[in-house]
Nanobody, 126 residues
Framework: VRLVEYGGGLVQAGDSLRLACALSGHTTSMYAMGWFRQAAGKKREFVATISRIGDSTYYTESVKGRFAISRDNAKNTLYLQMNTLKPEDTAVYYC????????????????????WGQGTQVTVSS
């Protein structure tokens, strides 16, 4: 299974950005998917997760109302729409795929994910 993220870049505070993650090598609908991020000098943190068929989502508090996770299993692609970006959103963003059958709250834990992308840099200037 291979995950490749797209769409990172340099934007200004208040702008929007849409990340995409393409999954290959297996059937996307087998996996719950998630987005994580890691800022320089900080630990990786959970951002959002989505169930296998996209009927359930869960977000970290700091992005609720600004970010939206979605997926298109027919296109084997995961998305993260990021609106009203803030400088504190600056980080490398990673997508991840999990075979675990667990609650959305458990999917906030990076340890339950089996596959990871290489990451894409998002930089938000003030």
């Amino acid at each position: 299974v291979r995950l490749v993220e797209y769409g990172g870049g340099l934007v200004q505070a208040g702008d929007s950005l849409r990340l995409a993650c393409a999954l290959s090598g297996h059937t996307t609908s087998m996996y719950a998917m998630g987005w994580f991020r890691q800022a320089a000098g900080k630990k990786r943190e959970f951002v959002a997760t989505i169930s296998r068929i996209g009927d359930s989502t869960y977000y970290t508090e700091s992005v609720k109302g600004r970010f939206a996770i979605s997926r298109d299993n027919a296109k084997n692609t995961l998305y993260l729409q990021m609106n009203t970006l803030k400088p504190e959103d600056t980080a490398v963003y990673y997508c991840a795929a999990s075979l675990a059958v667990v609650s959305s709250r458990m999917l906030t834990n990076a340890d339950v994910y089996n596959y990871w992308g290489q990451g894409t840099q998002v930089t938000v200037s003030s």
